[in-house]
């Protein structure tokens, strides 16, 4: 009888240590993704992501946001670590799991409506003119592995927009689902500053699956406890209804 309680309480330990694997959750400002407001972290996938957390008991885990570069760069390195939101390509194939496909997006090409001289009917005729990109985004990681050479790199993307403005740039590449509202709503830019803006170019070469993903030194049972919940989400309607507010509204 002893020895069955005392593998009972070794079980019952090992469970309980097994259901406590600690999560970090790193994040940047990217509205209407995720972003921070009066202290509380709002935005679509912020609001998914709450959902799952309380679904898998790891509700009330601190979101901690930092710059691109950093967030990334802890997810790349640290142990189960979650990054969020983070579109899946291929150089990024490799280097994380992917967990949790959320939703769809794509980058548009932006240029001043003054600037005349551009002419972008093609990839290549990017190369042409100085681009303004976010340091280790995934267009910053797009342009660099096709050997583009005549970009910006900045830690804040806010800050391509002011450059673009004042002609430090030609052209800035926007997200398809954030791009207008972070300039109106987050960046604080006027109406006048976004109608001098137009889009020109369309890089379908990006359109890409956004993603809530794990660093490779993850908890394999951590992660597919988020899968499953994801994947409850999706049956329940919540997470098409999460959606909804944000895309349609």
């Known amino acids: 009888m002893k020895k069955f309680l005392a593998v009972v309480f070794i079980l019952i330990l090992s469970m309980a240590a097994h259901a406590e694997v600690p999560l970090q ?11 921070t407001e009066n202290n509380e972290i709002k935005g679509v996938s912020a609001e998914i992501l709450y959902e799952l957390l309380k679904e ?28 969020f939101t983070i579109s ?10 992917w967990t ?10 932006y240029k001043l409506k003054s600037r005349k001289d551009i002419k972008i009917d093609n990839l290549e005729d990017i190369r042409k003119y100085k681009l ?11 342009f660099a592995s096709r050997g583009f050479t005549k970009i ?6 806010e800050l391509n927009i002011r450059k673009l403005l004042h002609g430090r740039i030609d052209l800035y590449v926007g ?22 803006l137009e889009p020109v170019y369309d890089i379908k070469e990006t359109h890409a699956t956004l ?39």
């Not at 899946?88 to 799991?97: A, V």
């Not at 509202?181 to 109608?195: H, I, N, P, R, T």
């Open 25 to 35: 959750i790193v994040s940047t400002e990217e509205a209407p993704l995720q972003y």
């Open 56 to 83: 898998t008991g790891y509700e009330g885990t601190e979101i901690r946001m930092y710059p691109w570069a950093r967030a990334y760069n802890k997810a790349l390195n640290d142990e189960n670590t979650m990054i």
């Open 88 to 97: 899946r390509n291929e150089q990024r194939e490799k280097l994380f799991h």
């Open 100 to 109: 949790c496909p959320l939703f769809d997006t794509g980058y548009t090409v």
């Open 132 to 142: 303004g990109l976010w340091r280790d985004d995934a267009r910053h990681h797009f």
């Open 152 to 157: 910006d790199v900045v830690a804040y993307d």
């Open 175 to 196: 997200d398809s689902m954030s791009f207008e509202y972070q300039m109106k709503k987050v960046w604080g830019f006027s109406l006048e500053e976004f109608a001098q």
């Open 211 to 249: 993603y809530i993903a794990f660093s490779l030194k993850t908890d394999e049972a951590l992660r597919e406890k988020f899968a499953v919940a994801l994947e409850k989400m999706k049956k329940s309607g919540k997470l098409q209804s999460i959606l909804d507010k944000y895309v349609k509204s």
